[in-house]
């Protein structure tokens, strides 16, 4: 007998219609054995926790959580305290040469080592050798890439460092991190990386020496052949039959799996199915209907909450008032054809989109359009839009959307009604 949301659905759990692709799981499992680090990238919501989830068992990787506020040091002090290490913070120092600054976090560890002595049971002939766990103390500088890998030499560890949620970090930790993982690779401290972004060579973009160092693994894209093989390994699980309308799953999914495997989960739990049935049961388009009403309310409140707050943008004191960028942005969006959305914005497109509207059109100069889209993501995630919905990729110099339910927002939802909705900025 199985749950209905154990079968399908997105979960941090495995999900039992999880389906293996050659291209990527096959992938994946050959680079967990070799001496490199892995990076996994792709919208959000495509799979990237479940790849890892498939092929490492928990017990053998520490896991990292990111969080925009985390710096290495954080990153570095939470792998060894998962690792039962003890260390006491002394001292932060301060070299300064010229205008440059080099800081570094002093601390003694605690590190544990096999020691062996003799325990005295009672007389000469009865002393016996032992083998004990002892610990050396030694000072450490916990910024220091090499100094964890020495740390984590002596511990033995050899298991895999994953880190969850990368895109998260701003720009300037993942730059240090890029150039810090090169020295990992020198101790054989191997990463995994989970991002949200859809351009190959991120982290080879902060630190061109990683070029070739890493084995890069995208989740997407997903076919609408591998949607069917999750439905057929999850149909005789629940004894429910989706052929009447499995071709119409796969058109409203938006080749997000993610999005694909809620429809799935709602769709069956509007037919009554909540586990495994006696008599099977065929879904149907009303099944379907409910599934995508249901899951479009669930989407709907992020995706508006999160677009009213990435638009607001306060005047601030001065003779010239702000080019509300994010707000026009946000309108030619809304008023593009979907099909050019999924391809990804061209940097001109926007710019000529938004002269088109905007109320000061000659002002709005190619730099401006350039530096709202280079930050973009840090605006995201200053306004808590977690996870982001768009990223900037400067190499061919497009805006994508990398919140795959985002797509089945706009595809779902009144968008013009969503427009007359949204406050204008004062001015405008």
């Known amino acids: 007998m199985k749950k209905t949301s154990e079968v399908f659905g997105v979960s941090n759990e495995e999900v039992l219609s999880y389906i293996e692709r050659e291209a990527v799981d096959d992938l ?98 009865d002393r016996k050798k032992t083998t004990t766990t002892k610990t050396q103390t030694i000072e450490y500088n916990l910024e220091l890439p090499q100094d964890i890998s020495e740390i984590l ?35 054989n401290v191997l990463f995994v990386i989970l991002g949200i972004w859809r351009e190959k060579n991120r982290l080879a973009q902060y630190n061109g020496d990683l070029q070739d160092r890493l084995i890069e693994i995208p989740v997407e894209p997903w076919l609408g052949s591998d949607f069917r093989r999750v439905v057929k390994e999850g149909e005789p699980l629940l004894n429910v039959n989706f052929d009447k309308i499995i071709d119409r799953f796969v058109s409203e999914s938006f080749d997000s799996i993610g999005v694909f495997q809620e429809l799935c989960k709602e769709s069956c739990l509007a037919a009554g199915v909540k586990e495994t049935q006696s008599n099977i049961i065929f879904l149907e388009n009303k099944h379907l209907d409910s599934a995508i009403e249901k899951k479009l309310s669930d989407y709907s409140g992020r995706h508006i909450r999160s677009i009213e707050s990435f638009i607001e943008q306060k005047a601030k004191s001065s003779d010239k008032a702000p080019l509300y960028l994010a707000y026009y942005f946000i309108n030619v969006l809304l008023k593009q054809i979907f099909d050019d959305i999924v391809s990804g914005m061209k940097r001109k497109q926007i710019q000529e989109k938004i002269q088109e509207i905007h109320h000061r059109s000659k002002d709005v100069r190619p730099s401006d359009i350039s530096n709202f889209l280079h930050n973009i993501k840090e605006a995201q995630l200053k306004k808590n839009i977690t996870p982001p919905i768009f990223d900037y990729d400067l190499s061919i110099r497009t805006l994508k959307v990398i919140d795959s339910t985002f797509y089945f927002f706009l595809r779902n939802y009144n968008c013009d009604e969503l427009l007359e909705e949204l406050d204008k900025p004062e001015g405008i």
């Not at 050959?30 to 498939?54: D, M, Y």
């Not at 290495?72 to 205008?99: A, H």
């Not at 993942?174 to 090169?182: I, M, S, T, V, Y």
């Open 28 to 125: 994946f499992i050959n680079g967990i054995s070799q001496n490199k680090h892995i990076i996994v990238f792709g919208s959000s919501k495509q799979g990237k926790t479940a790849l890892v989830n498939k092929h490492i068992n928990e017990e053998n990787i520490v896991r990292i959580n990111c969080v925009p506020q985390s710096k290495p040091s954080d990153i570095y002090k939470s792998i060894l305290r998962q690792l039962n290490v003890e260390f006491e913070i002394e001292s932060s120092t301060q070299t300064t040469i010229g205008f440059s600054g080099k800081g570094g976090l002093k601390a003694k560890v605690k590190v544990p080592f096999i020691g062996e002595g003799e325990a005295n049971l009672g007389g000469q002939a």
């Open 153 to 187: 030499g002596k511990l033995n560890f050899n298991e895999r460092i994953i880190l969850e949620n990368f895109h998260y970090l701003d720009e300037s930790t993942q730059r240090e991190l890029a150039f810090h993982l090169r020295n990992f690779e020198d101790y």
